[in-house]
């Protein structure tokens, strides 16, 4: 099989982040982390070397050339991709998939709190926006970023991709309204900032995996002969 991502790198996050409030509960992002895992697959099948952070709960990618790092809290997500980039991990793209708490417990108890109390009132503190950090950690890596709506409108889904396209300077957006509703018709479009072009919608993760593989595919680091390293220094 051809492989036409050899020597290209990709850094990817996926899956849930947790905040704990006591020590037997906990706040999530209801995510599962399998498009994530689909990405990775399909780009490490093409021979990109594919570094992936995934929130726990998981579902994991089974292709064994992906490396792995667990992490649980979205402190713990900054410290990871800002320990990468120290080492000199260096990607091509950073897909960012991962579904970070923007609110997170000001503390959390360190006993479990009774469930005989009236109330448990939380104060919740925001997080940092990371998505807004691949191009200042990552200047020269392309950014794929995603976007997640109640709203099912496409023109509404348009307008909230190229809103994080301009604040965080991603060159890609995956914009989808819930899949929750219905887990069995995941749809998504994909737009392209340089372009500008909207496509979709995409109907199926294997489908808007294929849709941001085939993006990839088309970036100048794919089939060549220079590493992401050469290409971008």
């Not at 051809?2 to 006591?22: F, K, M, S």
């Not at 109907?203 to 290409?231: D, F, H, M």
């Amino acid at each position: 099989m051809a492989r036409p991502l050899e020597g290209v790198t990709i850094g990817l996050t996926a899956g849930p982040t947790r905040a704990w409030i006591d020590p037997v509960r906990y706040l999530a992002n209801a995510s599962s982390g399998a498009l994530g895992a689909l990405i990775a697959d399909g780009l490490a099948e093409l021979g990109a070397e594919v570094t992936a952070l995934f929130g726990p709960a998981s579902c994991f990618p089974e292709n064994p050339e992906v490396e792995i790092h667990p992490i649980e809290s979205p402190r713990e997500l900054i410290d990871t991709i800002q320990s990468l980039e120290k080492s000199g991990f260096n990607p091509c793209c950073w897909i960012h998939s991962m579904a970070v708490l923007d609110f997170v417990p000001a503390e959390a108890s360190g006993v479990k709190v009774s469930s005989d109390q009236p109330e448990w009132a939380l104060k919740l503190v925001p997080t940092p926006k990371v998505i807004r950090c691949f191009k200042e950690w990552f200047p020269q890596a392309d950014l794929v970023g995603f976007k997640l709506l109640t709203d099912e409108d496409p023109a509404s889904l348009r307008a909230a991709a190229e809103r994080l396209a301009k604040d965080a300077g991603c060159d890609l957006v995956v914009a989808n309204p819930s899949p929750f509703k219905n887990p069995n018709r995941h749809c998504a479009y994909l737009y392209d900032s340089g372009s500008q072009h909207w496509q979709g919608p995409l109907v199926s993760k294997t489908c808007i995996g294929q849709g941001v593989i085939q993006w990839i595919l088309a970036r100048p680091y794919a089939n060549s002969s220079l590493n992401c390293t050469s290409e971008h220094s």
